[in-house]
Nanobody, 115 residues
Framework: QVQLVESGGGLVQPGGSLRLSCTAS????????MGWYRQAPGKQRDFVAT????????SYANSVKGRFVISRDNAKNTVYLQMTSLTPNDTAVYYCYYSRWSVSWGQGTQVTVSS
């Protein structure tokens, strides 16, 4: 079992920045993929970004490319999502995930972009 705890969400004005963190604990495999999805009210959960544990290769949704950066600290089993140039369309609950033989999800952290 892998447990995930997210932090860093909150209220930010359009054009602002936030950094989300997600720390994994439990039965962590040295080889894994971690990342983020988000779910806006009344919408499905959508992919945001992912990063592998080995070569830290990354992938992003087109909607966040050039604005969001995903990174990780393998020693801390932590993944980060640096979000910049935020718009109201980025408002959502952001969920961290861990994937190896199965997928584990965090409880989610709310990000609200509003003036």
């Amino acid at each position: 079992q892998v447990q995930l705890v997210e932090s860093g969400g909150g209220l930010v004005q359009p054009g602002g920045s936030l950094r989300l963190s997600c720390t994994a604990s439990g039965s962590i495999s040295r080889i894994n993929t971690m990342g983020w999805y988000r779910q806006a009210p009344g919408k499905q959960r959508d992919f945001v970004a992912t990063i592998t544990s080995g070569d830290s290769s990354t992938s992003y949704a087109n909607s966040v490319k050039g604005r969001f950066v995903i990174s990780r600290d393998n020693a801390k089993n932590t993944v980060y999502l640096q979000m910049t140039s935020l718009t109201p369309n980025d408002t959502a609950v952001y969920y961290c995930y861990y994937s190896r033989w199965s997928v584990s999800w965090g409880q989610g952290t709310q990000v609200t972009v509003s003036s």
